[in-house]
């Protein structure tokens, strides 16, 4: 086979997976967790191969008309170099661990096989994107990502929060869309042509006669796709899907596709001086506010949800300094610490029964319940935290190296004022993610209080995924930085001196003061009396999951979501409440960007629409029935002289005679 076959087969055996799934999943259900398992794992070995071949050498390229378009064409192609050959094997990686990961975490589900099976489509669509050689074709994965990542979300569609958070991640994300699509077609009305070769051949040869313009509209797409500031606030609420389906949005799907999508164009984005500086302030914003939200979160997801913002905002930071090497890279460490937070914080959830950290303080001994989850999401708490030597250290030293080089002159792929920005912004970033990652696992698993509530075991095929994903967390960076400049474009991602001691120093900061801020927060809350006691909902989940300690995981964590538990949030021991005092109210909340966006937007909308159906009932309606009143006037009158009496009818006609006659005489006396 060649290598363009084997790419080929990447994208399409997910596809046909999610199909044959979607078939088979009432007729012959014992089918369903093989098709759903095995498509990602051979897409995995496929992409693999195709790594090998490819080499980070000369790119693949193949295509083919799709139909004649007119001016400018659309083909299917592919176009395979070093960026796309890692990324596939990330979202290929991420997929089977979650497939693998949702057997047994869903198992007991009903809707599984359409979960399953979107899941898989999920998969297809991102392997689409990654390998795509045409914007159109990007452009249809992109948009099928979107369809999934609503009905994935949507998933506990019982639960109002569900229900909202799909239709808002899919209205915010077409929001963006829009643009975007206006800047492909303008991008491929100056380069003459869909392929991406040839547009950045165009861009090489100056032939992008609006490159700010352009740049723009695409950027405002990125920043739906991957939850950009202003853009970014679907992304906390859709932690109401299931967690795999988390775990596969953040790491490896939907929110990485903008970002891989800059890296592929960044020429086009280059263009544009403009567009370098918005870039950075986009990613400046979205890293600090982001970092400064999941300090005062109290769901363990909407904490890592938050993560995920700020880290995207460390790639597009690169990307605004011009290194898209260093952003890939970041998103290959990123995928795998993000994919163990996610699942990892399923099992916990699991186990206490709750997604509330407040909750989680007051349980002692949760650590002790799940040691697999414990010791694999410190592993991801470090990486995330940036601590060397786990694999985020090095991922995101190579952003800071990057934005320093910019800062200081040493290099001229973007203006300086954009070095300086994302460089600041990231050292404050830094010392905030250590500080929430510290919080995180304090909160977690330090809790004091009553026994943490005995679960069972989790199923061998959750846990044995967290071991997996613990080791490129650990060792990924570290053994990669050194060969990824082969496969990227050749620039030096070795962590520099300066940037490295700042960080690293400052996240050794952050979390120090964290502890320190705990163990005050701590000695206060051991002097307030115990929370009250549960409610009834509470007991019932405790009582059934307690029942059934082997039970579905999914059905804890849809019951976690309709009934948030006993926890006393006032009085729980929580050291983000001090460390960002009066600012906490507004963290928690996102800084209000969705009471803003309400009152700009959202009630505007609502209030055009309500003034459209009074036009259409009072105004537009009542010339209707108008009109038509005055012909049913006019039949009611005329309805009444049909009596069906023939002696009325004939005199009618005598009397209308009698009247034509006089008048004819009056007309001819008076002529």
Not at 635 to 644: E, M, N
């Amino acid at each position: 086979m060649t290598t363009t076959h084997l790419a080929v087969l990447v994208p399409l055996l997910p596809f046909l997976g999610a199909a044959a799934g979607l078939l088979l999943g009432r007729t012959a259900p014992g089918f369903v967790r093989p098709l759903a398992v095995l498509p990602p794992l051979a897409s995995l070995v496929l992409a693999a191969l195709v790594a090998v071949r490819q080499g980070g050498d000369q790119a693949v390229d193949a295509h083919t008309e799709l139909t004649p378009t007119g001016s400018v064409p659309i083909e299917l192609a592919l176009h395979i170099d070093g960026f796309a050959a890692l990324v596939a094997i990330l979202v290929a990686f991420v997929a089977a661990c979650v497939q693998i990961y949702s057997t047994g975490y869903l198992r007991d589900d009903p809707r599984y096989p359409s979960y399953a099976a979107l899941v898989s489509l999920f998969t297809s669509a991102m392997l689409l994107v990654v390998y795509s050689g045409d914007l159109i074709v990007l452009l249809v994965g992109w948009e099928v990502m979107g369809i999934c990542s609503y009905f994935l979300v949507g998933h506990y569609w019982e639960t109002p929060e569900a229900r909202a958070a799909s239709l808002k991640a899919f209205l915010v994300t077409k929001l963006g869309d829009v643009p975007f699509l206006i800047g492909l077609f303008a991008l491929a009305t100056d380069a003459g042509s869909f392929r991406i070769t040839r547009v950045l051949g165009a861009v090489a040869s100056g032939g992008l006669h609006h490159p700010t313009l352009v740049a723009l509209l695409l950027l405002a797409g990125v920043a739906g796709k991957s939850a950009q500031f202003p853009l970014h606030t679907w992304l906390p609420d859709a932690m109401a899907g299931p967690t795999p389906v988390s775990a596969l949005i953040h790491a490896a799907t939907m929110v990485a596709a903008g970002v891989y999508f800059i890296a592929r164009l960044l020429p086009v984005f280059e263009a544009s001086k403009a567009a370098m500086i918005v870039l950075a302030v986009m990613a400046a914003v979205t890293m600090a506010g982001s970092a400064l939200a999941a300090l005062a979160q109290d769901d363990i997801k909407r904490v890592l949800a938050y993560s995920t913002i700020g880290q995207l905002g460390y790639m597009t930071g690169a990307l605004a300094v011009g290194d898209r090497g260093a952003a890939v890279f970041h998103l290959l460490s990123h995928g795998a610490f993000k994919a163990l937070l996610f699942l990892a914080a399923g099992v916990i959830i699991h186990a206490a029964g709750t997604n509330s950290l407040a909750a989680m303080s007051r349980m002692h001994g949760l650590r002790d319940r799940v040691p697999d989850a414990y010791w694999t999401m410190t592993v991801a708490l470090l990486a995330l935290a940036a601590i060397p030597p786990f694999s985020g250290f090095f991922s995101k030293e190579s952003v800071l190296g990057a934005a320093e080089h910019v800062a200081t002159g040493s290099t001229g792929h973007a203006p300086g004022a954009a070095g300086w920005i994302v460089l600041v912004a990231g050292l404050l970033t830094a010392l905030l993610t250590a500080a929430y990652a510290a919080r995180l696992w304090l909160l977690a698993f330090r809790g004091r209080g009553a026994e943490a509530p005995d679960h069972g075991r989790q199923p061998l095929t959750m846990t044995v995924v967290l071991w997996v994903l613990a080791v490129p967390s650990l060792a990924f960076g570290g053994l990669a930085y050194r060969s990824l400049p082969g496969w990227f474009d050749g620039r030096d991602l070795t962590p520099t001196l300066l940037t490295s001691i700042l960080s690293t120093g400052l996240a050794v900061v952050g979390g120090l003061v964290t502890f320190g801020a705990w163990q005050r927060t701590s000695a206060l809350a051991a002097r307030v009396p115990a929370a009250p006691a549960p409610s009834f909902e509470w007991e019932h989940l405790q009582g059934e999951a307690a029942a059934h300690p082997e039970g579905d995981a999914s059905l804890v964590e849809a019951h976690a979501l309709a009934d948030h538990g006993p926890a006393d949030l006032a009085h729980a021991p929580d050291p983000g409440r001090l460390l960002l005092g009066p600012l906490h109210r507004h963290a928690a909340a996102g800084f209000h960007l969705d009471a803003v966006y309400t009152a700009l937007f959202v009630r505007p909308v609502q209030a055009g629409a309500s003034l459209v159906r009074f036009l259409d009932r009072e105004v537009v309606d009542t010339y209707v029935r108008g009109a038509a009143a005055l012909p049913r006037l006019l039949g009611a009158a005329v309805r009444r002289a049909q009596t069906g009496n023939v002696q009325t009818y004939v005199s009618a006609l005598l009397a209308g005679t009698v009247v034509l006659a006089v008048a004819v005489v009056l007309v001819a006396a008076g002529a």
